[in-house]
């Protein structure tokens, strides 16, 4: 449950970006696109295996990259991620391209690539969802590179065995395979090619935790009316429990084997449909199915099946109820041990905070971090998703830190919370209090709201925001995600932008802050689930699943109105009954 130690240096990030310049000239390319995700299009990819880092340096989970023939490398990085690239990069080889929150890096990117107007681009076939693709072809000529090309400019680090794909227990899961086949495939001549992993780990009730702070498992599927069939690498191990599951068939096969395959399945069903995410699926794999089905039985679903796993099922939801109370006691743990070794004159690093959580995660059961933590002292607090805590930052008794964590644990379904406190019992001075408790009034603004079924996302954003708009400040980053399998998921986001609607079941997060470069930042989260409310009909409500008390050295009760001093109480007084209250 450890950070990648896997580093590159400035001179190294320059060769790399030298390598592919010459290679683009001897190809006749003006323009390279770098994608920032591995063959599964995963968000959280290892730096090992993530081809933007070797021609940028920057660590961030999320940006795209430009490479044009001339000039620097453009990096396009959302609010989350400006102060942590400008730190990261080298700014003689790389322009920080910073993205605003109602525009999306793809739409920035695109737009710079009509100005540059290359006669012709590259862009690795087999990293590029074809969405992008479909994007990137309306604007120039593109030509298709994979990875065993690149390879031979850069040195590509190799990544490391698979851990064994294991069936997990009915007790974490809920439904059954073949009752989500019955919910999801429309007939026997209808399937869905599923090339989203937390889908995958979802629709087989299956984990690997193949990649860091991810539970599921590499692969790809044919899910079909009564069975699913799952390809894997060859050297992928699998776990005598999978048999356990009738409804799944796994095919540990080389890539190039898999278009055989799916043509003897065809073959068999007679598939007249097939339900493809062009935002989850490589520009390679559509080529192969395309071969298999033709594109007039190949139909585009814009997320997949995440619109049934991003609604819970009683089980899931009691499992997760339960990680959440487990990852409260963890947090809550840790502050206190950061405020105890203080008050006995220890010396704590941010880097002894980053362990001190994943020890106390480990002692409540976590078999791994569903992100890699964030642990900011002071100043660094402001850096959004500060991914790097330092063994030479030592906490001092007036800091405020912040401290973003998630676990999994057996059924590996994701936790996420974050908290900012004082990193001793003294109070904050008066700057903190004041953009502490403005953070606090969005939190419970949010997470009191009351809103129609359908409402979309953006609306909801609105509520978190308004008691920092009143006061003069703004967050750079969406209010909430969806959370599931994997702590980003999808079919739920709050954010300026979103027009996905609120549904109940969903589970969701409700995190604004606010971050002042050079002084701190604060950030406020808290995990709820969507529910119908119990008196106006047709309206949905948040009923929180994580309980950890907030810091009352820096909450200004004056700067609270009485509902949310009503909102504060209450829950506070549930904290303090399972023990994590702080007042």
């Not at 890699?372 to 500060?386: E, K, M, Q, R």
């Amino acid at each position: 449950m450890g950070k990648s130690a896997f580093k590159l240096t400035q001179s190294e990030v320059a060769q790399n970006v030298e390598k592919l310049k010459g290679f683009m000239a001897k190809e006749g390319l003006e323009a390279f696109y770098v994608s920032s995700f591995d063959p599964y299009l995963n968000e959280y990819v290892p730096m090992e295996n993530c081809h933007r880092f070797y021609f940028t340096n920057f660590s961030g989970s999320v940006a795209e990259v430009l490479v044009p023939l001339k000039g620097r490398v453009k990096l396009y990085v959302d609010g989350r991620y400006w102060e942590q690239a400008d730190i990261q990069v080298d700014a003689n080889v790389v322009e920080v391209v910073k993205v605003r929150a109602n525009k999306g890096l793809g739409t920035e990117l695109l737009e710079d690539l009509e100005k540059l107007a290359p006669k012709k681009m590259g862009y690795e076939g087999d990293r590029t969802s074809l969405k992008f693709f479909q994007e990137l072809e309306k604007r120039c000529p593109l030509h298709g590179y994979f990875a065993q090309e690149l390879s031979t400019l850069v040195d590509f680090a190799k990544m490391p065995e698979l851990a064994p794909i294991k069936h997990i227990p009915k007790e974490f899961r809920g439904s059954d395979t073949k009752q989500k086949l019955e919910r999801a495939v429309k007939s026997s001549k209808h399937a869905y090619f599923v090339s989203a992993i937390d889908s995958l780990a979802w629709i087989t009730n299956s984990r690997g935790y193949h990649l860091p702070n991810l539970s599921s498992f590499l692969g790809k599927a044919l899910a079909t009316h009564d069975k699913v069939f799952v390809f894997v690498d060859k050297s992928t191990p699998l776990d005598d429990s999978v048999k356990e599951n009738t409804a799944c068939e796994f095919f540990q096969m080389e890539p190039e084997k898999v278009e055989e395959k799916l043509q003897e399945i065809q073959d068999q069903y007679g598939l007249q449909s097939v339900d493809i995410d062009p935002g989850m699926l490589n520009v390679l794999d559509f080529n192969m199915l395309n071969k298999v089905f033709g594109s007039e039985r190949l139909a585009e679903s814009s997320g997949g099946l995440v619109e049934f796993h991003s609604i819970k099922d009683p089980e899931e939801l009691a499992h997760m109820e339960d990680g959440f109370r487990r990852a409260d006691k963890a947090i809550y743990n840790t502050i206190k041990w950061v405020k105890e070794s203080l008050k006995a004159g220890e010396k704590v690093s941010e880097l002894d905070l980053y362990k001190q959580t994943t020890i106390k995660y480990q002692e409540q059961g976590a078999v791994e971090q569903s992100f890699g933590t964030i642990a900011g002292a002071g100043a660094n607090g402001s850096i959004i998703h500060y991914s790097e805590p330092k063994d030479d930052v030592i906490l001092k008794e007036d800091d405020m830190v912040l401290l973003d964590s998630g676990g999994y644990f057996e059924g590996g379904f994701a936790t996420d919370t974050t908290r900012t406190f004082m990193a001793s019992d003294k109070d904050g001075n008066d700057e903190f209090k004041k953009i502490y408790t403005l953070v606090l009034k969005g939190t419970l603004n949010c997470q009191s709201s009351i809103f129609p079924e359908g409402t979309p996302g953006k609306v909801v954003d609105g509520f978190a925001r308004l008691p920092l708009y009143r006061a003069g400040y703004d967050f750079r980053h969406g209010t909430g995600h969806g959370v599931g399998i994997h702590v980003h998921e999808g079919g739920a986001r709050i954010s300026p932008a979103s027009d996905v609607p609120m549904k109940e079941g969903q589970v969701v997060s409700i995190e604004p802050g606010i971050y002042v470069p050079g002084f701190g930042g604060v950030r406020l989260e808290n995990i709820a689930y969507v529910e119908k409310h119990p008196e106006h009909e047709g309206y949905l409500r948040f009923r929180p699943l994580v309980y950890i008390g907030f810091e009352p050295a820096l909450i200004e009760h004056n700067l609270l109105n009485d509902d949310e001093r009503m909102w504060l109480n209450e829950y506070e007084a549930e904290c303090s009954r399972r023990g994590t209250s702080f007042q």
